[in-house]
């Protein structure tokens, strides 16, 4: 099946669909999280709608079905939180979670940061190899739960060696 897939920047509009992609994302591991954890990983449109006035929301589209999602958040000194990256399971690996980082990093530099950073749990493998493949490394900085739900840090500079 020939898949025609984009990155684009989230309105309002996409409130909903993206709060289905993270709860449908996420749903298969729910057992692993707390009930307080997966609700907070997961959240409703209206939360959504927040974290789109909160800072950049971008959204993996799939023949114009959303099917993946990123969002940052501007931490100061601290640099970029990543948060809120979903991929739905049957659009993953057509390489549209990379492509959602690249935004990100291309949006940090862009802006000045000189460190991505997230926090997620140890139980989502396929995340956190993403993750390191694309250059982010685990870090003892907190936090270290969500709600009762392990979680690690993993950072990326973006401050070039000299």
Known sequence: MDTECEIRRASEDDA?????????????YRPL?????????????????KRIEEGPVWVGLCNDK????????????EGSYVRGMAVLPAARGKGIGRRLLEQVEAFAHEHGYERLFLSTTPFLEPAIQLYKGFGF??????PYDLFGTPLFTMVKSLVPFT
């Open 16 to 28: 909903e669909a993206i709060a289905t992609v993270l709860y449908e994302s996420f749903a298969d």
């Open 33 to 49: 999280y707390t009930s307080a954890g997966f609700a907070a990983t997961t959240p409703a449109g209206p939360e959504v709608r």
């Open 66 to 77: 959303i099917v993946g999602t990123v969002s940052v958040l501007d931490k100061g000194s």
């Open 137 to 142: 490394r685990p870090t003892d900085e907190g």
